[in-house]
């Protein structure tokens, strides 16, 4: 995480410093468009960061390592899959949660499929998908993408 | 001041978390230390890491405007629109139903049936500001084992669904005034 973290520190001062020398206006408007977003997307992560302390508290992670921990094999799959496919939950609140399930033991393929389930199945937008497509073409979509989010979970957790 | 109210509305759930913090030091909760103990270290690592990203996230937007590659997206096909679709995708923000609309303007601009799912595929889990949070959470190798089995997936979804509407008059409707949605 830290050294993630000194990457990004790294990585952004470069850009930045590249970015001026090429291009004093375009860099300001930048920095103002990426602290915009910041602005916006901060109160819904720091709201996940509490409700994920507490959930840390209130479910020990023997319990997360025993549903969705390495052992728990095709069941902990599954229930990934259906809960991400059903739940809502944008990105940017989705990664710290999946990060602390790998901390508290829960494996690389299910974490994975939780992931991608979560990004590409969507069970509740379908009404608004299908107004889009067609019910068949929508329904369609996301059983295609079902198995895709299985093939990446289980081929990311063969990796790593 | 109504307006200053609407400002500070976000932050609602924070006050009430830190003023439970507070009472759970002068009473001596031990639970609640325990939470808060969890938050802070979230809280560290969030201010080391996301402003950060959405430092390269803007700066990205600004160099790489998005309009630029839309205007080359419509006629064309084969690998290059592909990649230009995909390319698109990757240049937005945002959940996957406000991907819907795009599709829809895609399909109207020409966009081939297999390059719209395409680039359904790749917006719902390749955006770049997602992916820095990815990295920054899960790891380098997470993402690239990710994103490397997903690419041939979306692209083999995308002709699939190609050949499957070939002869189905298919066509990507805008829905009519959106029911309290």
């Known amino acids: 995480m830290i050294d993630s973290a000194v990457v990004f520190i790294v990585l952004a001062l470069g850009a930045t410093l590249v970015s001026f020398l090429k291009d004093?206006?375009?860099?300001?408007?930048?920095?103002?468009k990426g602290w915009k977003m910041f602005l916006n997307v901060l109160p819904s992560f720091v709201n996940i960061l509490m409700l994920v302390s507490v959930a840390l508290y209130v479910v020990p992670s023997s319990l997360i390592v025993r549903t969705l921990g390495p052992g728990s094999g095709w069941v902990g799959m599954a229930m990934a899959a259906l809960v991400?496919?059903?739940?809502?939950?944008?990105?940017?609140?989705?990664?710290?949660?999946?990060?602390?399930?790998?901390?508290?033991?829960?494996?690389?393929a299910t974490v994975a499929i939780f992931m991608t389930t979560l990004m590409l199945v969507g069970v509740m937008t379908l009404p608004l998908?299908?107004?889009?497509?067609?019910?068949?073409?929508?329904?369609?979509?996301?059983?295609?993408?079902?198995l895709a989010a299985i093939v990446i979970g289980l081929f990311v957790g063969w990796v790593l | 001041m109504k307006r200053r109210w609407e400002a500070l509305k976000p932050w609602s759930w924070l006050a009430i978390f830190l003023a439970a913090m507070a009472a759970s030091f002068a009473f001596g909760f031990h639970p609640g230390k325990q939470v808060f103990g969890h938050f802070r270290t979230f809280a560290i690592e969030m201010v080391t890491l996301i402003p950060f990203i959405f430092i390269l996230v803007g700066l990205f937007d600004v160099w790489f405007p998005?309009?630029?590659?839309?205007?080359?997206?419509?006629?064309?096909?084969?690998?290059?629109?592909?990649?230009?679709?995909?390319?698109?995708?990757?240049?937005?923000?945002?959940?996957?139903?406000?991907?819907?609309?795009?599709?829809?303007?895609?399909?109207?601009?020409?966009?081939?049936?297999?390059?719209?799912?395409?680039?359904?595929?790749?917006?719902?889990s390749l955006k770049i500001p997602m992916l820095g949070i990815e990295?920054?959470?899960?790891?380098?190798?997470?993402?690239?084992?990710?994103?490397?089995?997903?690419?041939?997936?979306?692209?083999?979804?995308?002709?699939?669904?190609?050949w499957y509407l070939?002869?189905?008059?298919?066509?990507?409707?805008e829905p009519k005034a959106q029911q309290g949605r």
């Open chain 1, 129 to 146: 998908e299908s107004s889009y497509f067609g019910r068949r073409v929508a329904v369609l979509r996301n059983a295609l993408n079902f």
């Open chain 1, 24 to 32: 004093r206006r375009k860099t300001a408007q930048g920095l103002q």
């Open chain 2, 135 to 162: 990295i920054g959470y899960l790891g380098i190798s997470f993402t690239l084992a990710r994103t490397l089995i997903s690419l041939p997936l979306f692209i083999g979804i995308g002709y699939l669904l190609e």
């Open chain 2, 166 to 173: 070939k002869d189905r008059r298919f066509t990507i409707q």
């Open chain 2, 66 to 124: 998005r309009e630029q590659v839309q205007r080359h997206i419509g006629q064309r096909s084969g690998l290059k629109g592909i990649l230009l679709v995909i390319l698109l995708a990757m240049l937005q923000v945002g959940p996957l139903y406000g991907a819907f609309p795009v599709a829809y303007l895609l399909h109207r601009k020409g966009a081939s049936i297999r390059n719209i799912f395409i680039y359904l595929g790749a917006f719902s």
């Open chain 1, 84 to 108: 991400g496919s059903i739940a809502l939950i944008p990105g940017f609140i989705s990664y710290p949660i999946a990060a602390v399930l790998v901390q508290q033991g829960a494996s690389y």
